[in-house]
């Protein structure tokens, strides 16, 4: 501990890559964002005894460059809370609560990781997010704070994109593999650490609305091509994104912002890159980090 204390000592500065509102480039890769990692010094719901796991955020939209790939396998929410997400880690919150929050991150950030399902996607948060809370769990246990926390983080081998200081968290930058596991890498070793997705789906092409686009198998075939999003049950590329399904069996909305679609509660409303998109459109009023619009106001104490 004492050898921890003392990597601390560095500036914060040369922690941080990508500092607040820096929007992510991947590199060369389809996808890539960052794994949100609590402190517990924070406020509210932010504000537990021991350091945990926010989430999982591919960069999309305004937030980055990412792809937003859709599961491959099944959109349904989750069912169980996974263990990094257990009331356990957080004394503010019951599992019911936590439940309802892995819901949100789901669709808010999971359903544009390339995974194969929710379950897939929190297996894979709580296993990148072990170690890296490991860290700085020692270091909030030597009495350091979220600056400490991050310069441990860093001397630990891992890439600080950005510290948010409201909410007391950290972010680090990762990326994912075909077919669609995820690594915590630093920005700069991106395409060595998650390369070998193919160039094009297929073969040539691209995604247009109301159009075949190239022939796929999987979702990794439409990535690095223009304008698609997934692989469709047809067998081409899509520009259509696979939304999940309200409780009446409805699909929501998946037209582009700005003109057509809607929003509604707990569904995705159109594909968007800024707020600006959303504001003709019924019952939106921003554009979330997931690239779609939401009905779903920005608030101060609001969870990501």
Not at 130 to 142: C, E, H, N
Not at 262 to 282: E, I
Request: negative net charge; hydrophobic residues 30%.
């Amino acid at each position: 501990m004492a050898l921890m204390m003392a990597l601390i000592t560095g500036t914060l500065a040369s922690a941080v890559v990508g500092g607040g509102g820096a929007k992510m480039e991947c590199g060369g890769v389809p996808l890539c964002g960052v794994l949100t990692l609590e402190s517990g010094n924070g406020e509210g719901y932010y504000n537990h005894k021991e350091p945990t796991v926010h989430g999982l955020w591919p960069e999309v939209g305004a937030f980055g460059d990412s792809s937003c790939s859709s599961p491959t396998e099944s959109s349904a929410d989750p069912t169980t809370v996974y263990p990094c997400y257990s009331d356990s880690a957080d004394d503010t919150a019951d599992d019911s609560h936590q439940l309802s929050f892995e819901s949100h991150e789901w669709a808010s950030h999971g359903m544009c990781a390339g995974v194969k399902d929710a379950e897939d996607y929190f297996s894979q948060v709580c296993a990148l997010s072990s170690a890296p809370l490991a860290t700085m769990t020692g270091v909030k246990s030597a009495g350091g704070g979220l600056e400490e926390m991050a310069t441990a983080l860093k001397a630990s081998g891992y890439e600080v994109f950005n510290i948010d200081t409201y909410n007391s968290q950290v972010e680090l930058s990762a990326c994912a593999k075909p077919p669609g596991v995820w690594v915590l890498s630093p920005i700069a070793n991106f395409s060595q650490a998650c390369g070998g997705w193919p160039k094009t789906g297929g073969g040539a092409g691209s995604c247009e609305a109301s159009k075949k686009g190239p022939l796929c198998n999987t979702n990794a075939d439409c990535l690095n091509t223009t304008g698609c999003l997934r692989c469709a049950k047809s067998g081409y590329c899509t520009d259509v994104p696979l939304v999940p399904r309200d409780g009446d069996g409805n699909q929501g909305h998946t037209n582009g912002g700005g003109g057509t679609g809607t929003c509604k509660p707990n569904l995705k409303g159109p594909h968007c890159s800024a707020d600006a998109d959303c504001f003709n459109t019924g019952g939106c009023v921003r554009c979330a980090r997931s690239g779609f619009c939401t009905d779903t106001p920005l608030t101060t104490n609001m969870l990501k």
